[in-house]
Antibody, heavy 122, light 108 residues
């Protein structure tokens, strides 16, 4: 069964860049018809989709974050990554990675990684 | 951009049926997906498309859609169903995805 695991610093200073990696196991990023995405959840709040990317290039970004976000895929390592620059305290969240199925009518995220808490603080 | 509206909290007696709804204009064009999140855990997909349950999700969970409203129904609610439930859908622009504010389900 496909598994995803987030990794990266748990503490980032304001104005710096948040960098996270999601390692996919028991499945291949490059040999599938799925996108790979990031979602975040501020403490006590709802979920917010950040970005999704197909291994060969097609990419979608949340318009509210697009100017600060980069998502990339490394098929050789079976990983995908998120960079969010110029972070503020408002970016403090649990960050999840997930496989993203995109079809015209039917779209879903499954499975999800366990999530990693990133706190923005000096 | 589109917004999704969910009731913040719903309660149900053990063994009874509960419907959790999600309302948004884009639901007229796209199916919603539903996620269950228990305290301290990652979300889990419980419903997608036209009433599609992923493997391992009990058949007491069902989904439906009418107009601008999508519904997740739990028939014979169990104590372990107590969780936050989020709907999600593709925005009318077709270029990004939105989550609802979540519904906290309490099983009495």
């Amino acid at each position: 069964q496909l598994q995803l695991q987030e990794s990266g610093p748990g503490l980032v200073k304001p104005s710096e860049t948040l960098s996270l990696t999601c390692t996919v196991s028991r499945g291949s990023i490059g040999r599938s018809n799925f996108y790979w995405g990031w979602i975040r959840q501020p403490p006590g709040k709802s979920l917010e989709w950040i970005a999704s990317k197909y291994y060969s290039g097609d990419t979608y970004y949340n318009p509210s974050l697009k100017s600060r976000v980069t998502i990339s895929v490394d098929t050789s390592k079976n990983q995908f990554s998120l960079k969010l620059n110029s972070v503020t305290a408002a970016d403090t969240s649990v960050y999840y990675c997930a496989r993203h199925y995109i079809n015209y009518e039917d779209n879903w995220f499954d499975p999800w990684g366990q999530g990693t808490l990133v706190t923005v603080s000096s | 951009s589109s917004e999704l509206t969910q009731d913040p909290a719903v309660s149900v007696a053990l063994g009874q049926t509960v419907r959790i709804t999600c309302q948004g204009d884009s639901l007229r064009s796209y199916y919603a997906s539903w996620y269950q999140q228990k305290a301290g855990q990652a979300p889990v997909l419980v419903m997608s498309g036209q009433n599609k349950r992923p493997s391992g999700i009990p058949d007491r969970f069902s989904g439906s859609s009418s107009g601008d409203t999508a519904s997740l129904t739990i028939t014979g609610t169990q104590a372990e169903d107590e969780a936050d439930y989020y709907c999600s859908f593709r925005d009318s622009s077709a270029k990004h995805w939105v989550f609802g504010g979540g519904t906290k389900l309490t099983v009495l």
